[in-house]
T-cell receptor, first 110, second 115 residues
Framework: GESVGLHLPTLSVQEGDNSIINCAYS??????FIWYKQESGKGPQFIID?????DKRQGQRVTVLLNKTVKHLSLQIAATQPGDSAVYFC?????????FGDGTTLTVKP | DAGVIQSPRHEVTEMGQEVTLRCKPISGHDYLFWYRQTMMRGLELLIYFNNNVPIDDSGMPEDRFSAKMPNASFSTLKIQPSEPRDSAVYFC?????????????FGDGTRLSIL
């Protein structure tokens, strides 16, 4: 069946370093991808999205890369800050339905 | 700007009781989604509405679950009768435009514990 999986369940980085969070998706027909950030006790918060006709999109301190050949999505966070500590989810959308990955916990060490 | 508002934030009740979760989407949004989040299964879509009409309820676990959207500014998710395995965090989300085009805006959830 369709699934979205993350390679690493946890990631620990030093403050100021760059972070890379990876996501594998299984449905080659998926055409819209989103990264969300979830802090403890809160709902997921939109970070950045990308459509399947693009391979890179940049936001403020964040970049999403899409490799359709290997069905891989990544989120890069530049100059990671303590406030970036959270669980990060990727979501893929196909035929109007979004499927969320399991999440990666990012911990930023001061 | 007000985001998606859910109530209650926490609910503890005994099994067999009826539970009603409430959601007020962001004004002007035409899509509303209900999700359930557990450690075992992650974030699962239960049902979503477009212009107050249910579009896909394939994620609703069973007949004990029902959702309504009587108007553009209010939705409920009801569980009757509740069971301990229903314990989870339930999120409501809304968007302007469908899931193929727009990100969703989530509320802070209702943490439900069924004893």
């Amino acid at each position: 069946g369709e699934s979205v999986g993350l390679h690493l369940p946890t990631l620990s980085v030093q403050e100021g370093d760059n972070s890379i969070i990876n996501c594998a998706y299984s449905n080659s027909a998926s055409d819209y991808f989103i990264w969300y950030k979830q802090e403890s006790g809160k709902g997921p918060q939109f970070i950045i999205d990308i459509r399947s006709n693009m391979d890179k999109r940049q936001g403020q301190r964040v970049t999403v890369l899409l490799n359709k050949t290997v069905k891989h999505l990544s989120l890069q966070i530049a100059a990671t800050q303590p406030g970036d500590s959270a669980v990060y989810f990727c979501a893929e959308t196909n035929a109007g339905k979004s499927t969320f990955g399991d999440g990666t916990t990012l911990t930023v060490k001061p | 700007d007000a985001g998606v508002i859910q109530s209650p934030r926490h609910e503890v009740t005994e099994m067999g009781q009826e539970v009603t979760l409430r959601c007020k989407p962001i004004s002007g949004h035409d899509y509303l989604f209900w999700y359930r989040q557990t450690m075992m299964r992650g974030l699962e879509l239960l049902i979503y509405f477009n212009n107050n009409v249910p579009i896909d309820d394939s994620g609703m676990p069973e007949d004990r679950f029902s959702a309504k959207m009587p108007n553009a500014s209010f939705s409920t998710l009801k569980i009757q009768p509740s069971e301990p395995r229903d314990s989870a965090v339930y999120f409501c989300a809304s968007s302007f435009g469908g899931p193929s085009n727009q990100p969703q805006h989530f509320g802070d959830g209702t943490r439900l514990s069924i004893l």
